[in-house]
């Protein structure tokens, strides 16, 4: 077997199921090794950026590895920033880079695509991932392709792996499939009887979970653990759309003074929060409205517990889980104080009124009640807060690193991994970074339904910054563009038109639909009306 043969067949019984990248000289053998062995597909797109965030979107929607292939330097480089913001929202990206052969190295020139030196861009991807390696020796390459599989998963984070391109058709043997690294079950143990001794005594206990449940596949048994328990569930903020596909009693999301004030009065007031898979972030937790004490939560996360002033490592979130199952009568509890908020607008009138973003979301929940619930991919910006008000249905965004151009290539990698037709949320800042990826639809048989909040305005900064002119942005006319790259593009700016082109776009499924909403400047979302008064009156009570 090849060495690249033997990496993508790790990939495979890693649970990776299909590759993005884009090729360079560094990294044509490998591209066509993946190509001839047809073992996992590949989806090239146009610029590393959106390589990056439509593997990231795979791996978090689908569960388990995505994979980023590129070229040296140019290309690698190009994927610093979406590895980052894989790695602050804890998603398991493989990225697989090109590289110089052993030879070419020992030359004495400067190679093109080399930054400082030939470890540069390694290093570089230290920082960002959680492990790397160079499979630099056949021998060692197996073991070290599991080393990095395996930490991916387990901590899901990114990893690198360079291959020089003069290792791709080097012999090599199979790669070992490793278990996840299992937790003490003496240590396991104590904490779950810990957790469940908490709870018990606390008055008002709340589940709140974030996104490590569904990186670790855990919907099902935390929906099963909820319903035994008897107690409310909520989501974090970067933890929207989770559970949507369970039938868990979601009380709401969580977002502080910007959220809906019953589910801030129920986790604010909780006397036993217990947080399952958490990002501890200022987005999650930034706005609260009377500060959490997060000595008195029970907080599993990043393998690890922390209750009160005991902490327990190494305990893996399902581990956790499955000893509270196990400790836990299989009857589900019906417990009194279980409240239901979740709650959406429905019913926009069809009229001439010029359209805002809630308007938006209603229109979106009408079109979900109508035709079925669709995934959705969010970039950062008054959509993802638009996003708040739509249905609870599976969702992924950047709730945390909040780097824009992920909306549409997060979308492409849901369609390629899924089959799924996704709805894209993106305002016309951040589609004017990666929105021309929706070029590589038509020759993948992808057909989204993008939805482009046009403010002509980065609007999310002028609320911060009301003065400054350089957050007006020209009129673009995105539909104009969607013609030539092969999809269908429609201009809206009544109530009316919006419903029109929604039900069009669903009605004719071939092809990705541009929906352009015309917005005035300064029309916001509530929850972002509400999450910038909050940041401004927290931020003048430090100042
Ligand atoms: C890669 C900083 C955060 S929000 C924003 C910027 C520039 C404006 C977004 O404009 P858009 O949406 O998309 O039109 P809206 O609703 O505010 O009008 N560079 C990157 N990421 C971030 N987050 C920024 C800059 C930013
Ligand atoms: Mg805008």
Same mark, same amino acid.
């Given at each position: 077997m090849l060495l690249a043969e033997s990496l993508l067949n790790a990939l495979h019984a890693y649970g990776a199921r299909e590759i993005f990248g884009i090729p360079g000289d560094f990294a044509l053998p490998f591209f066509k090794v993946i190509e001839e062995s047809g073992r996992l597909p590949l989806y090239t797109l146009s610029h590393e950026p959106a390589v990056g965030f439509a593997a990231d979107a795979a791996a978090r929607y689908r569960g388990g590895l995505g994979v980023a292939a590129v070229t040296y330097g140019a290309g690698a480089l190009n994927l610093v920033n979406p590895v980052a913001g894989a790695y602050a929202e804890k998603s398991p990206l493989v990225v697989i880079s090109g590289a110089p052969g052993a030879q070419e190295r020992r030359a004495g020139l400067g190679l093109h695509?080399?930054?400082?030196?030939?470890d540069s861009q390694r290093l570089i991807f230290s920082e960002i991932t959680c492990a790397h390696t160079c499979l630099n020796q056949a021998a060692s390459a197996p073991a070290e392709i599991a080393r990095v599989l395996r930490q991916c998963l387990d901590e899901s984070r990114p990893v690198y792996i360079e291959l020089p @391109?003069?290792?791709?058709?080097v012999p090599c043997g199979p790669v070992p499939l490793l278990p996840s690294r299992p937790a003490d079950e003496d240590a396991l143990a104590a904490c779950a009887d810990d957790v469940l001794a908490h709870l018990r005594r606390a008055k008002q206990p709340v589940m709140m979970v974030g996104v490590e449940i569904r990186r670790f596949g855990l919907e099902q048994l935390v929906a099963t653990l909820a319903s035994r328990l008897g107690i409310p569930v909520v989501t974090s903020f970067m933890g929207r759309?989770?559970?949507?596909?369970?039938d868990a009693p979601l009380s709401g999301t969580y977002?502080?003074?910007?959220?809906?004030a019953d589910v801030t009065a129920l986790v604010e007031k909780s006397d036993g929060l217990l947080m399952l898979g958490v990002i501890l972030s200022d987005t999650n937790?930034?706005?609260?409205a009377s500060r959490i004490d997060f000595r008195r939560c029970i907080n599993a996360a990043d393998r690890q517990v922390s209750l009160g002033f005991h902490h327990y490592a190494d305990i893996p979130l399902e581990s956790l889980i499955r000893a509270l199952l196990d400790r836990l009568p299989s009857t589900a509890i019906q417990a009194a104080? @279980?409240?239901?908020i979740m709650h959406y607008p429905t019913q926009? &009138?069809?009229?001439?009124q010029s359209i805002t973003p809630h308007d938006i979301a209603t229109a979106i929940n009408d079109l979900m009640d109508h035709h079925g619930d669709l995934p959705i991919a969010c970039d950062i910006g008054d959509c993802l807060f638009t996003a708040l *008000?739509?249905?609870?249905t599976a969702l992924v965004a &950047?709730?945390?690193?909040?780097?824009?151009?992920?909306?549409v290539p997060a979308a492409l990698g849901i369609a390629a991994t899924s089959g799924k037709r996704p709805l894209v949320l993106v305002g016309d800042g951040a589609f004017q970074m990666t929105?021309?990826?929706?070029?590589?639809c038509r020759k993948a048989s992808w057909a989204p339904i993008v939805i482009v909040l046009n403010n002509q305005s980065w609007e999310m900064l002028r609320t911060f910054q009301?003065?400054?002119?350089?957050?007006d942005l020209d009129d673009?006319?995105?539909? *104009?563009?969607a013609a030539s790259l092969g999809g269908i593009g429609i201009r809206v700016d009544t109530r009316q038109a919006l419903h029109t082109a929604l039900e069009r776009a669903m009605a004719e499924p071939h092809a990705f639909h541009l929906i352009e909403v015309m917005l005035p400047r300064g029309t916001l979302s509530p929850t972002l009306s509400r999450f910038v008064a909050g940041v401004k009156r927290l931020s003048s009570v430090v100042a």
């Amino acid at each position: 077997m090849l060495l690249a043969e033997s990496l993508l067949n790790a990939l495979h019984a890693y649970g990776a199921r299909e590759i993005f990248g884009i090729p360079g000289d560094f990294a044509l053998p490998f591209f066509k090794v993946i190509e001839e062995s047809g073992r996992l597909p590949l989806y090239t797109l146009s610029h590393e950026p959106a390589v990056g965030f439509a593997a990231d979107a795979a791996a978090r929607y689908r569960g388990g590895l995505g994979v980023a292939a590129v070229t040296y330097g140019a290309g690698a480089l190009n994927l610093v920033n979406p590895v980052a913001g894989a790695y602050a929202e804890k998603s398991p990206l493989v990225v697989i880079s090109g590289a110089p052969g052993a030879q070419e190295r020992r030359a004495g020139l400067g190679l093109h695509h080399q930054a400082k030196t030939f470890d540069s861009q390694r290093l570089i991807f230290s920082e960002i991932t959680c492990a790397h390696t160079c499979l630099n020796q056949a021998a060692s390459a197996p073991a070290e392709i599991a080393r990095v599989l395996r930490q991916c998963l387990d901590e899901s984070r990114p990893v690198y792996i360079e291959l020089p @391109r003069d290792m791709v058709r080097v012999p090599c043997g199979p790669v070992p499939l490793l278990p996840s690294r299992p937790a003490d079950e003496d240590a396991l143990a104590a904490c779950a009887d810990d957790v469940l001794a908490h709870l018990r005594r606390a008055k008002q206990p709340v589940m709140m979970v974030g996104v490590e449940i569904r990186r670790f596949g855990l919907e099902q048994l935390v929906a099963t653990l909820a319903s035994r328990l008897g107690i409310p569930v909520v989501t974090s903020f970067m933890g929207r759309g989770l559970l949507a596909e369970t039938d868990a009693p979601l009380s709401g999301t969580y977002l502080g003074v910007a959220g809906i004030a019953d589910v801030t009065a129920l986790v604010e007031k909780s006397d036993g929060l217990l947080m399952l898979g958490v990002i501890l972030s200022d987005t999650n937790f930034g706005v609260s409205a009377s500060r959490i004490d997060f000595r008195r939560c029970i907080n599993a996360a990043d393998r690890q517990v922390s209750l009160g002033f005991h902490h327990y490592a190494d305990i893996p979130l399902e581990s956790l889980i499955r000893a509270l199952l196990d400790r836990l009568p299989s009857t589900a509890i019906q417990a009194a104080s @279980r409240t239901q908020i979740m709650h959406y607008p429905t019913q926009m &009138p069809h009229d001439q009124q010029s359209i805002t973003p809630h308007d938006i979301a209603t229109a979106i929940n009408d079109l979900m009640d109508h035709h079925g619930d669709l995934p959705i991919a969010c970039d950062i910006g008054d959509c993802l807060f638009t996003a708040l *008000d739509i249905k609870h249905t599976a969702l992924v965004a &950047p709730g945390y690193y909040a780097s824009m151009g992920f909306g549409v290539p997060a979308a492409l990698g849901i369609a390629a991994t899924s089959g799924k037709r996704p709805l894209v949320l993106v305002g016309d800042g951040a589609f004017q970074m990666t929105g021309w990826e929706l070029g590589n639809c038509r020759k993948a048989s992808w057909a989204p339904i993008v939805i482009v909040l046009n403010n002509q305005s980065w609007e999310m900064l002028r609320t911060f910054q009301p003065e400054s002119h350089f957050n007006d942005l020209d009129d673009w006319h995105f539909a *104009d563009i969607a013609a030539s790259l092969g999809g269908i593009g429609i201009r809206v700016d009544t109530r009316q038109a919006l419903h029109t082109a929604l039900e069009r776009a669903m009605a004719e499924p071939h092809a990705f639909h541009l929906i352009e909403v015309m917005l005035p400047r300064g029309t916001l979302s509530p929850t972002l009306s509400r999450f910038v008064a909050g940041v401004k009156r927290l931020s003048s009570v430090v100042a």
